[in-house]
């Protein structure tokens, strides 16, 4: 199982790269892997400013569709479009092509909240 040891995590099984005061977001490995097959990636909070744990989107494969928790408060201010044309992308590339959004969090304290890679490591059991 992958998990990159630079991202950050929740538990809600999302990873989050920070870059400055933007994080890109996506679902984990282990995530993907217990949902199958990704047909179809929705969010409908772009540029919309979100409180930390809300939900910004839903992610639905073949056998059932899961919400998707923001991992820190703040403004939607990109998706990654190219999954509306390819959502298994989230299937073989979950790191990369994968990703699903870009927020700029309004809160650099709750950075501290996120999970290391060691940390998600032992809360999935790898």
């Known amino acids: 199982m992958n998990i990159p040891s630079n991202l950050k995590y929740t538990k809600d099984h999302e990873w989050v790269l920070i870059d400055g005061d933007v994080a890109t977001v996506g679902i ?3 995530a993907q892997k217990e949902l ?4 179809y990636v929705e969010v409908e909070t772009l540029d919309q400013t979100l409180d930390k ?3 910004f989107g839903t992610v639905e494969a073949v056998k059932t569709v899961s919400d998707l ?5 703040g ?7 190219s999954l509306e044309v390819s959502p298994e992308a989230v299937n073989s590339d979950p790191y990369g092509k994968g990703w699903m959004i870009k927020l700029k969090f309004s809160d650099a304290s709750e950075v501290d ?3 290391s890679a060691d940390a998600y490591k032992q809360l999935i059991g790898a």
């Open 28 to 30: 984990t490995d282990f």
């Open 75 to 81: 403004e939607i201010i990109e998706f990654n479009d």
């Open 113 to 115: 909240d996120l999970l």
């Open 69 to 73: 928790f923001l991992p820190l408060s």
């Open 36 to 39: 199958g097959d990704i047909v």
């Open 53 to 55: 744990d809300e939900v």
